[in-house]
């Protein structure tokens, strides 16, 4: 899932974004909620429309954002509160709304609210903070229960830092609650790439087959083939927009930076391999240009084939799935990404 913070992907019109291949987009409803706000949003016809996207919209609860606010929020039971990094007001944030933000947003798919254990925590510490976030997630299910619209799915989020028992305890709590998805949260926070790894393959195992399962926060070529072998379906993060905004393109052959000078008289395509715009129609040696000069054309077309590489990517991968080879394709796509081209 692209990642639309503020009600957009940046760099991207949501016709070039639904054209890389996306069917779903990620929002975010911390940032929302405070700017320009639920309420308002709803009142000029709700996030679809108020971001000019026809497809599905995932929303994440905001718990995320109000967690990395260490010094501006307060944690209690009944809810967080925090606050603005915008303007300093104060707000409190609870399971309640933060379901009825989503719900005024409009998501398709909305997250309970949670806390994201920090990193690294005891196992006491993350015991006690597993226990608050599914306290909270049968709170946000009864408060979507009041306030869901038809065809809208809430998913549940298995928390419990680095702790294989806590992990499977939270996932069968969530499962005894029910929930449309499940999603693996409180990884990428500094655990480092085993366990992290070992983290989602022990949520997996025990959270139902028919059921999304969606690994938050996560996403590089390497990371798509690790999570989608333990047992991972969706995905959202910022690498793919933040790296096209900062040159960094995704290739086949490995990551480029454009503004490496050696690419300043070079008429090749920025990857061969690809179908979109900036591979088609520019040179890296224009693409170099655009991206020194400053001229915004040059983010959107790196924006554009990076996310266009990652929907191939996952289509290849689906494919390869379907026809049991993901090892193979793994090691026809890896193998030539292993070095980063004068990054």
């Known amino acids: 899932m692209p990642v639309g913070t503020a009600a957009t992907v940046k760099a991207m019109l949501p016709e070039t974004v639904r054209a890389t291949g996306a069917d779903i987009i990620l929002a975010n409803t911390y940032h929302l909620m405070l700017r320009p706000g639920a309420e308002r949003i709803a009142k000029l016809g709700g996030l679809h429309r108020f971001m000019g996207w ?32 915008i303007d300093g007001a104060t707000h409190l944030l609870t399971p309640d709304r933060a379901i009825e933000v989503q719900c005024l947003l409009g998501a398709d798919i909305q997250m309970v609210l949670d806390e994201c254990t920090p990193f690294p925590a005891t196992h006491a510490e993350a015991r006690s903070s597993m226990e608050l976030s599914m306290r909270w997630a049968e709170r946000s299910k009864q408060a979507f229960q009041r306030m869901a619209a038809p065809g809208q799915a809430l998913f549940g989020i298995v928390q419990g830092s680095v702790y294989p028992d806590l992990r499977e305890q939270s996932a069968g709590v969530l499962q005894d609650i029910g ?16 366990a992290m790894l070992d983290t989602v393959a022990v949520a997996t195992s025990v959270l139902p087959e028919d059921r999304p399962r969606y690994l938050m926060g996560v996403g590089t070529p390497e990371d798509f083939f690790d999570a989608v072998e333990r047992g991972c379906d969706l995905f959202d993060c ?12 995704f290739t086949s052959q490995g990551t480029v930076n454009l503004r490496n000078t050696q690419w300043r008289e070079d008429k090749s395509p920025l990857d061969a391999d690809c179908d979109c715009p900036a591979c088609e129609r520019f040179s890296r040696g224009t693409l170099r240009h655009l991206c020194i000069s400053g001229e915004m054309l040059g983010a959107m077309l790196l924006t554009l084939h990076n996310l266009r590489f990652f929907h191939r990517l996952l289509e290849r991968m689906r494919a390869a799935i379907a026809e ?6 793994r090691r026809e796509i890896l193998e030539p990404m292993t070095r980063r081209i004068n990054a």
């Open 54 to 85: 026809g497809g599905p919209i995932l929303t994440d609860s905001g718990g995320y954002q109000v967690m990395s606010l260490s010094k501006l929020r307060r944690i209690e039971e009944h809810g967080v509160t925090f606050q603005s990094h």
């Open 179 to 194: 929930f449309d998805g499940y999603a693996v949260g409180g990884l990428a926070v500094g655990e480092g790439q085993a």
């Open 238 to 249: 910022v690498t793919p927009t933040r790296h096209g905004r900062t040159h960094q393109a």
């Open 324 to 329: 049991d080879r993901l090892t193979a394709l």
